[in-house]
């Protein structure tokens, strides 16, 4: 079976500083994954897409990292803001439907 | 305008009663989801249409019977509520739902109480 998950339910960062949270998938047939963030008392919002043919992809503030040998995928967060202080997904899209790992809840330490 | 948008966004109701979370999208999609959130964030997915076509029936109780008018509303229905019935139910949309790189897109959710 498919199974999406991370490795840290929690992550305390500094602001300012450099935020890595990470992800590992099992299922070896995924070609395409998406992150996820989810603030209090909203839906998740995309926030970057990776397919399986690319190891890494750059977005504004946000870096993804997929390593098809270990099945893991990593977000990484630049100057970490207030703002990014969420709960954040990696999912993984199979046709018709996107499974979700379990998330990390990041807060950013003034 | 909101994209994915879900009424009502809270309800509290009691065991056994029957109750509906409405969804429209106004994005032009053709795949509509409903997806469950437990108390511990994990976002599991329920159901899945595609053009008034139901798609995905993940393992859910046949009291949750999902219901599209048309490829813009996606509404839940769900008969004798029962207390594990608690949790947030987000309805979401993709442009399709067959190929790689098919963005959802979620709505603000639904928080359903069941006491």
């Known amino acids: 079976g498919e199974s999406v998950g991370l490795h840290l339910p929690t992550l305390s960062v500094q602001e300012g500083d450099n935020s890595i949270i990470n992800c590992a998938y099992s299922?070896?047939?995924?070609?395409?994954f998406i992150w996820y963030k989810q603030e209090s008392g909203k839906g998740p919002q995309f926030i970057i897409d990776i397919r399986s043919n690319m190891d890494k992809r750059q977005g504004q503030r946000v870096t993804v990292l997929l390593n098809k040998t270990v099945k893991h995928l990593s977000l990484q967060i630049a100057a970490t803001q207030p703002g990014d202080s969420a709960v954040y997904f990696c999912a993984e899209n199979n046709r018709y439907k996107l499974s979700f790992g379990a998330g990390t809840t990041v807060t950013v330490r003034a | 305008d909101t994209a994915v948008s879900q009424t009502p966004k809270y309800l509290v109701t009691q065991m056994g009663n029957d109750k509906s979370i409405k969804c429209e999208q106004n994005?032009?999609?053709?795949?509509m989801y409903w997806y469950k959130q437990d108390s511990k964030k994990f976002l599991k997915i329920m159901f899945s249409y595609n053009n008034k076509e139901l798609i995905i029936n993940e393992t859910v109780p046949n009291r949750f019977s999902p219901k599209s008018p048309d490829k813009a509303h996606l509404n839940l229905h769900i008969n004798s509520l029962e207390l594990g019935d608690s949790a947030v139910y987000f309805c979401?949309?993709?442009?399709?739902?067959?190929?790689?790189?098919?963005?959802?897109?979620f709505g603000e959710g639904s928080w359903l109480t069941v006491v």
């Open positions: 299922n070896s047939a995924s070609d395409y």
């Open positions: 979401a949309s993709s442009p399709t739902g067959g190929y790689t790189g098919n963005t959802i897109y």
């Open positions: 994005l032009g999609h053709d795949t």
